[in-house]
């Protein structure tokens, strides 16, 4: 049986196990749709604006109109965490994600059919990195049988309800045995996971892809390059990233809202150092001081 979640649609309270949406609706029918994930550190809304800001970029670029303002949603943000409490009465950490559809209407790809966007809030706990994952790092494949869809096509840097290239690529890599699948781009350039980020450690100094290899702007990864490594003194450095360049790597982590910081212990059988004394936990305890100090200052978004 799938644990309660809790669904807020177009303003109303129900059940995620409930139907909430038409038949029409063109999120259901095309994947014509955006979304964000939040997730709480101490009860606080992690990165509020920074994801906001990212939603009206990906809205803007399928050339979407969003009838909300922040203040607006955050308030059924609020009321639909707060109703989770109250069935669950879980006190623990939470996920927040807010999809965004253009609509429903009459059948047919022109978006002028569309009558007006719709909004769906669900809310569950947050998952946790496992034990075995903190100690031993997750494994990845990297995939053969699909590429990342290039910018040129369908941009990965927006945030859409279009999610068969990562969920394909994943079934690749579960079929092969690992945890996480690593997408190459048309130019066999390392991209990024099914849902996170990936950088590598070589030396002192963090190697990443950069945003033009194919990938989404990744508010974790934005905060881990901008701030977390200068306070933890590493350097950070994006560059295209090949699969033959992994021998020179010791390190690889993953960044996503969930996951935060979580070490990769082996690609393909190539291992990587995981555990105290790596640059991957000097990162990790700067970020868990990052995040209670973001907590503190703002005690307005604490749901």
Known sequence: MTPYIQANTNGRLHSAAEPSIAPLDRGFLYGDAIYEVWRTHLGVIFTWGEHWARLGRS??????????????????????????????????????????????????????????????????????????????????????????????????????GNYLNNLLGLREARARGADEVLMLNLRGEITEASTSNIAFVRGEEIITPPVGAGILEGITRAVVLKIIAPSAGVTVREAAIRPEDLGAMSECFVLSTTKNIAPVGAIDGRNFKVGPGTVTARLQAAFDAHVRAAAAARAELRV
């Open 59 to 160: 809205a803007a670029s399928l050339h979407m109109n969003l009838p909300w303002t922040a203040e607006e949603m955050l308030a059924e943000v609020r009321r639909t965490t707060a109703a989770y409490r109250a069935v669950t009465s879980f006190a623990g950490e939470l996920y927040i994600r807010l999809q965004v559809s253009r609509g429903g209407g009459a059948i047919g790809l022109d978006i002028a059919l569309a009558d007006r966007p719709t909004f769906v809030l669900l809310v569950q706990p947050c998952p946790e990195n496992s034990a075995a994952v903190v100690r031993d790092g997750l494994r990845l494949a990297v995939a053969t049988g699909l590429r990342r869809n290039p910018i040129e096509s369908l941009d990965p840097a927006w945030k859409t």
